[in-house]
């Protein structure tokens, strides 16, 4: 059985940090690109991130040089640090393995101005 657990979300003042999680479980992880996605009231989901079995990184333009994503392949756990944070990025965001359809549960991620 599948499993993405992603830490909870939180609220955070516009120009601060915060960091998401997602735990991986029922997948050999080191071997499947993890991604980050993102839902704004609204909007279509939209690709935030994604980070490559090997570690390459691929961002969305407006993440850029802010966000970065990490994984922790001996504890099958993708991360997301986010800095320097707008109120555009208030979103539901979501870990989902790329090779697979498999996705986390979604995290509410609020940037108050």
């Known amino acids: 059985q599948v499993q993405l657990v992603a830490s909870r979300g939180g609220l955070v003042q516009a120009g601060g940090p915060l960091s998401l999680s997602c735990a991986v479980s029922?997948?050999?992880?080191?071997?499947?690109?993890m991604a980050w996605f993102r839902q704004a009231p609204g909007k279509q989901r939209e690709l935030v991130a994604t980070?490559?079995?090997?570690?390459?990184?691929n961002y969305a333009g407006s993440v850029e040089g802010r966000f970065t994503i990490s994984r922790d392949n001996a504890k099958y756990t993708v991360y997301m640090q986010m800095n320097n944070l707008k109120p555009e990025d208030t979103a539901v965001y979501y870990c989902?393995?790329?090779?697979?359809?498999?996705w986390g549960q979604g995290t509410q991620v609020t940037v108050s101005s």
């Open positions: 989902k393995t790329v090779t697979f359809d498999y």
């Open positions: 980070i490559a079995r090997g570690g390459a990184t």
């Open positions: 029922g997948l050999m992880f080191s071997n499947i690109a």
